[in-house]
């Protein structure tokens, strides 16, 4: 698949095609979860019998929660990030487990919350070589294009 090196991942100076335009895909990967995301929390309402409508937003962040938890476990890589050919690993080259998306979608749903971490995410997937956020930093982890 690829050469391993200390941390197991692609080198992203000898192996840069891991790593061309995953920011831009991991935006629009993101547009399309968040699509999805909101199509589902739509359909889950009337089921409330509307009562849902009192507590939306946090129906809608448990349903995000829960979404990219299970897709990110299910095949290291949300619906969004499949349609733009984008698969997330471990520091050790791994596709995830259920306790990394727990924690992955943890970390992103904290930086989310608050603008100052949001922006300094976004900076660092624009100028970190291996196009890592904040949340990948701390967990040593990556977003990559899908190995063929």
Same mark, same amino acid.
């Given at each position: 698949?690829?050469?391993?090196?200390? &941390?197991?991942?692609?080198?992203?100076?000898?192996? !840069?095609?891991? =790593?061309?335009? /995953?920011? &831009?895909?991991?935006?629009?990967?993101? /547009?399309?979860?968040?699509?999805?995301?909101?199509?589902?929390?739509?359909?889950? /309402?009337?089921?409330?019998?509307?009562? !849902?409508?009192?507590?939306?937003?946090?129906? =809608?962040?448990?349903?995000?929660? &829960? =979404?990219? /938890?299970l897709t990110l476990a299910g095949g290291s890589a949300t619906p969004g990030m499949r349609l733009m050919n984008v698969v997330m690993l471990t520091r050790n080259g791994e596709r995830f487990d259920l306790a990394t998306a727990f924690l992955h979608t943890l970390g992103y749903t904290l930086s989310i919350g608050t603008l100052l971490v949001q922006i300094l995410s976004g900076f660092l997937m624009l100028t970190s070589a291996r196009g890592q956020g904040l949340t990948d930093h701390i967990l040593g982890t990556v977003a990559i294009n899908r190995p063929r």
């Open positions: 698949m690829f050469a391993l090196s200390d &941390t197991h991942l692609p080198d992203p100076d000898r192996q !840069a095609e891991f =790593y061309a335009g /995953v920011p &831009t895909k991991r935006a629009l990967a993101w /547009v399309v979860d968040t699509i999805l995301i909101a199509l589902i929390t739509a359909v889950i /309402v009337p089921f409330t019998v509307f009562t !849902a409508l009192f507590f939306l937003p946090l129906l =809608y962040l448990f349903i995000s929660f &829960t =979404y990219r /938890v």
